[in-house]
């Protein structure tokens, strides 16, 4: 099974700074890596795919980067709808996995 | 737009079953592959199973692979989830939700359906 861990736990931001999020893989794989933000009491909503392609519907200022082990979700200005719990997950190997989530929270 | 409806959940035994659905409209259902995941309560997400959209492959998490069963009827746009043995650890937020075209990413999502797993 591959781990993914995602770093920080917790990222203080605020409104309007850029936001890096981090995720590791235990095995390299290519760019089978997706995105997810999760608000309190919502389902996910999936971000990222192909580990940089944005979803239908997805603001310009969400990007994803990384290949191999290393992936990263860079969100540019954080706006106040963006402060949620994040995921990666990796979609290369069965089966598949979640990281344990960033909270991304208002500093 | 999308509609994914989860429906089942409930209160059951360690040891006992539960039959979760997922009725779903707003896109051809049987051009899918669907998925279930799970969410304890105050975790994060892992993923439980997939069907491809003509059911002739399944996948398992190693969690509940041989306890659990997926399954779907293209005829009536309804995805389910065959729950056995349950345990404590079960309890969870069970969620369907689509399966991308060109990528097993999970691109629209129900709201959940709880099941708890206690005496």
């Known amino acids: 099974e591959i781990v993914m861990t995602q770093s920080p736990a917790t990222l203080s931001v605020s409104p309007g700074e850029r936001a890096t999020l981090s995720c590791r893989a235990s095995?390299?794989?290519?760019?089978?890596l997706a995105w997810y933000q999760q608000k309190p009491g919502q389902a996910p909503r999936l971000l990222i795919h192909?580990?940089?392609t944005r979803a239908t519907g997805v603001p310009a200022r969400f990007s994803g980067s990384g290949s191999g082990t290393d992936f990263t979700l860079t969100i540019s200005s954080l706006q106040s709808e963006d402060f949620a719990v994040y995921y990666c997950?990796?979609?290369?190997?069965?089966?598949?996995?979640f990281g344990q989530g960033t909270k991304v929270e208002i500093k | 737009e999308v509609h994914l409806l989860e429906s089942g959940g409930g209160l059951v035994q360690p040891g006992g079953s539960l039959r979760l659905s997922c009725a779903a409209s707003?896109?051809?259902?049987?051009?899918?592959?669907m998925t279930w995941l799970r969410q304890a309560p105050g975790k994060g997400l892992e993923w439980v199973s997939l069907?491809?959209?003509?059911?002739?492959?399944?996948y398992y998490g190693d969690s509940v692979r041989g306890r659990f069963t997926i399954s779907r009827d293209n005829s009536k746009n309804t995805l389910f989830l065959q729950m056995n043995s349950l345990r404590a650890e079960d309890t969870a937020v069970y969620y369907c939700?689509?399966?991308?075209?060109?990528?097993?990413?999970?691109?629209?999502w129900g709201q959940g359906t709880l099941v708890t797993v206690s005496s």
């Open positions: 939700a689509t399966v991308e075209i060109a990528a097993v990413a999970f691109a629209d």
């Open positions: 707003g896109f051809t259902f049987s051009s899918y592959a």
């Open positions: 069907i491809s959209g003509s059911a002739d492959s399944t």
């Open positions: 095995q390299f794989f290519s760019s089978n």
């Open positions: 192909g580990a940089s």
């Open positions: 997950q990796q979609y290369s190997h069965w089966p598949l996995t």
